[in-house]
């Protein structure tokens, strides 16, 4: 089987249900956000500094997958197979870990500057696609079906981003810089 099909030529791809949409269509944006979010997870699991935490950072990564998986499919359309689940206790988990990251960590009380690291540079950096590909799953929601506990995920993901960042400057020694606004 061949990795090319020439189906898309024209600018169109088929959902998991057989409907074929634009390539620019708000429900591809939102998938193929997820699927670069996925990407830049696979960069920060591969930094050591988070080997303890490789285990978690691929479950994450098959969840993007359960989640780019319900962002493809047809809200029309029954599919042919089951698809994968999301269950609240994914949230749980993203929520205990950074629990236990913030029992580490100095309390914070200014915005942190991302940096300091370029491991925690790909955490500040997938943060931020993975607040997109939240803000576009909102999006998507005002026109078409989007399961709740698909936007509460991607929203706690990218907090647990968050702390995982200050987790991984910590770990690596590194100090955190705040944004001293110029007034």
Known sequence: MKIYTKTGDQGLTSLIGGVRVPKSSLRIDCYGTVDELNSYLGLL????????????????QD????????????????????LPD???ADVTLLETEMDRMDGNLAPLREFVLPGGHPAVSFAHVARCVCRRAERLAVQLREEAPVEDLVVMYLNRLSDYLFVLSRQMAHDLGVPEVTWKPRV
Do not use: C, Y
Request: zero cysteines.
């Open 45 to 60: 699991r591969d930094q050591d500094v988070n080997a303890p935490r490789r285990d978690l950072l691929k479950e994450i």
């Open 63 to 82: 969840r993007l997958f359960t989640i780019g998986s319900h962002l493809a499919t047809d809200p029309g359309q029954e599919p042919r197979r089951r």
């Open 86 to 88: 999301l269950h609240p």
